[in-house]
């Protein structure tokens, strides 16, 4: 098994989004090629899966922006093991259309077939008469039937946002309409719950096979819940908004490297006075949740818990927002009281201040480096690592919301070009790209993760995501046996060279 520790060891990962992972059906699962993908992280002598959150995606596909804090995205779920539990057939599978470029998902392909599909296995299910299935559904009671019932709705509606649904009752979440929709969209709910109990089985299994295998999963979890989603429904007062449901602040960031405007995210704010009085309870219900699915918790703008960015709902753009202090050190020990043995990361990318610093040390979180905002031709800056000021860091070449490495270095000029090799010892250009990456591991960070497409030096179109965008991000998708054109052996080698266990 992978040692548990809050401990961080010298060690390396990849990060690779389960949507990434090849597949045969337009979008990656948790099925033969994850596994696959877990013994070729094993023999890189790497420790870590990094991926991004695994939730159930909205309008945009983001999966920063979901459905749910806690539910698992069906897409996810591997259809061939569902034919070799004889719930679908594979000439079900092959007539329904998947899309037709390999490199990327297409999410419409997604969302017309994937369903079809699970409804067709779902109808052949015996599940709910398991013992299995009914110790996940008492295990999972806290969000489940909220989520299913939510998810039923939004089909009824059309999907739109529960803020625009007709029933005013059922917006408002009152208990009699919540009873009659119960019995009214029974059908409906018992295949959410079946499609989230499929979810869970094949994610547990693909993550005990990691850890067997001394494999830790990183996951990712958003710092905001989306203002479509079944918490913000089903636990309004735990968010800003006013008497009919509109949000009254909402969250984002100000101007910064990324956007001149800053970033308007739109997720309802918390109530955090509202959240204290109850204890932190949806808090503590949402980490341990966490701490189930991943070995390690990366919690995406940390910086938020301590001051976040306040936008009125009126506001078209960013700007107009201001700074609010958070929850600080009181949600820090409600968050590390109920992870028990996962370890914590602070993505503490952005306007970090003193307070976000002197949190981080009094917890103990590894923060952020990314290589890719330090060479800029300024020996000083922080992101470079002789300037590291302690181990407890996790360093990046890039991450999921970077240029990929082949590509920030074609956009470079070429002072900033002689400026790296000078910095990183080559004299040819040519090298610099796999210099990069081996500095990291000789860094003192405890742990270097490197995004995939930088170990294949795969340029911008296969980029994740280009923030403050929309209409082609969270698409690209590594082919079958690409991974094959990593020399698994050379970083295998690196990692004991540079005591990387």
Not at 435 to 458: G, P, T, W
């Amino acid at each position: 098994m992978a040692k548990k520790s809050n401990e961080w060891q010298r060690s390396a990962g990849v990060l690779l989004p389960i949507f990434s992972v090849p597949s045969n059906y337009g979008i990656g699962t948790m099925g033969k090629a994850a596994y696959e993908f877990v013994d070729f992280i094993k023999s890189m002598g790497h420790r870590y899966w990094q991926v991004l959150p695994v939730g159930p995606t909205s309008y945009g596909d983001s999966p920063y922006q979901s459905y749910s804090a806690f539910a698992g995205n069906p897409y996810f779920i591997d259809l061939d093991m569902l034919v070799a539990e004889g719930l679908l057939t594979e000439a079900e599978i092959r007539e329904r259309y998947w899309g037709t470029e390999p490199k990327y998902v297409d999410y419409g392909a997604q969302f017309g077939s994937r369903y079809v599909v699970l409804r067709q296995a779902f109808a052949r299910s015996k599940h709910e008469e398991t013992e299995e299935f009914a110790a996940f559904c008492k295990k999972q009671a806290y969000w489940l039937d909220d989520y299913c019932l939510f998810m039923a709705m939004k089909e009824k509606e059309g999907y739109r946002g529960w803020q625009d649904w007709e029933d005013k009752d059922m917006r408002m979440h009152k208990p009699a309409a919540i009873k009659k929709a119960m019995v009214e969209l029974s059908e409906e709910i018992r295949f959410q719950k079946f499609m989230q109990f499929k979810f869970f089985e094949q994610w547990f299994a693909l993550k005990a096979y990691a850890n067997e295998n001394g494999v830790e999963i990183i996951g990712d979890m958003p710092l905001y819940v989306s203002m479509d989603s079944a918490e913000s429904w089903a636990h309004s007062e735990l968010f800003e908004l006013d008497i009919d449901r509109n949000a009254v602040n909402i969250a984002g960031v100000p101007p910064d490297a990324f956007s001149a405007d800053g970033q308007r995210w739109g997720n309802p704010l918390y109530r955090w006075d509202v959240m204290e009085q109850k204890n932190f309870r949806w808090w503590r219900e949402r980490m341990k949740a966490n701490a189930a699915l991943y070995d390690v918790i990366r919690i995406d703008h940390f910086i938020g818990i301590v001051n976040y960015w306040s936008i009125p709902a009126k506001c078209k753009t960013a700007k107009g927002g201001k700074w609010i202090k958070g929850p600080g050190e009181k949600l820090c020990n409600v968050i590390k009281e109920s992870v028990g043995s996962a370890k914590l990361i602070a993505e503490d990318l952005g306007v970090v201040t003193k307070p976000v610093r002197d949190l981080m040390e009094q917890m103990g979180f590894p923060g952020m480096k990314v290589l890719e905002f330090g060479v800029a031709g300024d020996s000083t800056n922080d992101y470079l690592m002789h300037n590291y000021k302690s181990a407890n860091t996790i360093a990046y070449v890039g991450t999921h919301d970077n240029e990929t490495l082949a590509g920030f270095l074609a956009g470079r000029e070429q002072w900033e070009i002689n400026w790296m090799m000078g910095y990183f010892g080559i004299l040819r250009r040519e090298e610099l790209h796999d210099q990069m990456i081996r500095k990291l591991y000789e860094s003192i960070a405890n742990v270097v993760i490197i995004q995939m497409q930088d170990f294949l030096h795969l340029d911008n179109y296969c980029r994740i995501n280009h923030p403050s965008t929309v209409g082609t991000n969270w698409q690209w998708r590594l082919l079958p046996g690409q991974e094959k054109q990593v020399d698994a052996n050379y970083y295998k080698w690196v990692c004991e060279m540079f005591s990387r266990k």
